[in-house]
Structure formats: structure tokens, C-alpha cells
């Protein structure tokens, strides 16, 4: 196009100087805006979230929970961008591949420490790793609960068939004057159906995906027996 206008511009002046002068600027500037609809722009990514939290619900009675300290969640390099990612299991399994144009609004491991830290705090305090000193009650003091996100993407099963899939090992333990000791350990595995074989269902997928995670590791924390407060001295 910018070829075109140096053509008209120069070896083909001579139906430019049979337009009057005023005529001409107006002309080679409506030229150039066509050509401006023809650029490519650059598409901007889709961020996504887990959206908001559902309304509570009155939780079942049951013994106090300790105060939790929830650090940040550990993930690998695989999955600590921010990337949508998804597997082909009906191609290769072992290859994980990002969606072009979506992306989280921040690396998976920040929004499921987030999610998870909106959800506990209905049943307990949940403390950052900082505020350790704050969830002390006499001797006893608080719980830390470590994550490690190991998968967190969808899994095709088929062209037409997907599931959000989130996997992660947490490790509570008890912070005492010689360092944490250890309570229990388990990995979760979570599986949601997703709604559609593309990105907004994936994201959708994985967002429930974590939701029922937030459920299970509540329900563990409350089977966990706290361990007996230190003695004073």
C-alpha cells in the first residue's frame, strides 16, 4: 500500500495537479487510513480467574479448628506462568501445550493459594506464613499447611471430550521451638467434566476442580487430630 502512495505521489502527479489543492491532502490522507485497515494488530489474551466465590453455606458443627498458616503454594516450571495449558491424551499425553490466546491472570499456584485461603477462612483463621506468631493460643501454636502443585490442566480425552484436572501433595505440620514437625501428609487428585472442548471450558473445569479440592482439604484438616500443646516452661 505505502508503495501504491509513492506511485501516485511520484510518477503519477498528473491526476493529482488535475484536483484542485485542497483536494489532494484530504485524498492521500484517506489513502492512508485505508491502508491502516489492512495491518494486522496483535490479538490480546483472554485473562481468567476462578470467578467469584459461592455463597457459604451453614457449615456442619464440629470440634474448633486451629489456626492455619497457609505459605505459597509451590509449583514447577511447567506451571509457574501464567498459561492455560491442556494434554492431548489421544496424541500424546506428555506434552504439555498452552492455549494461544488465554491466559490466567496470575500463575495457577497464587489463585489456588487465594481460593483455598477464602474457603478455609470460613471454618478457621488462616494466617500467612509471616503471622505464625499471631495464631499462638498459650503454648499451642498454629499449623502449617505446605502445598506443592503437581498438574493442573486439561486432559483430552478426545476432540469432543475434556476434564480439568488438579493434583497436589499438602504436608501439615506443627510449628514448634526446634522447627515444624510433622503431622500428615497426603496428595489429592481432583477430575472436573468440562463443558466444552476449548479454553473457557477448560478454565472452567479447573475452577471446580479447585473448589472440590478446597472441600477435601477442609474435610482432612478437620480428621487430623491437632497435636497436644507443648508443655510451658
Known amino acids: 500500500m505505502k508503495r501504491a502512495l ?14 484542485p489543492r485542497w483536494a489532494a491532502p484530504g485524498l492521500l490522507a484517506a489513502l492512508l487510513a485505508a491502508c491502516g485497515t489492512f495491518v494486522d494488530r496483535p490479538q490480546r489474551p483472554t485473562l481468567y480467574d ?19 498458616v497457609l505459605p505459597e503454594v509451590e509449583a514447577g516450571a511447567a506451571l509457574d506462568g501464567s498459561a492455560v495449558l491442556y494434554r492431548l491424551g489421544y496424541a500424546d499425553a506428555h506434552q504439555l501445550r498452552p492455549y494461544a490466546q488465554s491466559r490466567w491472570s496470575a500463575p495457577p499456584a497464587q489463585l489456588i493459594r487465594q481460593r483455598l485461603r477464602e474457603h478455609l477462612g470460613r471454618q478457621m483463621v ?6 505464625a506468631a499471631l495464631g499462638r493460643d498459650g503454648n499451642a501454636r498454629p499449623r502449617v499447611l505446605r502445598l506443592e502443585l503437581e498438574e493442573f490442566a486439561q486432559h483430552f480425552q478426545s476432540e469432543s471430550a475434556s476434564a480439568g484436572v488438579l493434583r497436589l ?3 501439615l505440620s506443627r510449628n514448634t521451638p526446634e522447627g515444624e514437625r510433622l503431622l500428615a501428609q497426603r496428595s489429592f487428585s481432583v477430575a472436573r467434566p468440562a463443558p466444552t472442548p476449548d479454553a473457557p471450558g ?14 477435601e482439604i477442609a474435610r482432612w484438616l478437620g480428621q487430623v487430630a491437632p497435636a497436644a500443646p507443648a508443655p510451658a516452661g
Open 6 to 19: 509513492r506511485q501516485h505521489a511520484g510518477g503519477g502527479r498528473a491526476w493529482t495537479r488535475a484536483l
Open 50 to 68: 476462578f470467578g467469584p466465590l459461592a455463597l457459604a453455606t451453614a457449615p456442619a458443627a464440629g470440634p474448633a479448628q486451629p489456626p492455619l
Open 126 to 131: 488462616v494466617l500467612n506464613l509471616g503471622e
Open 169 to 171: 501433595r499438602a504436608t
Open 202 to 215: 477448560g478454565v472452567q473445569a479447573l475452577a471446580d476442580a479447585v473448589d472440590t479440592l478446597a472441600g
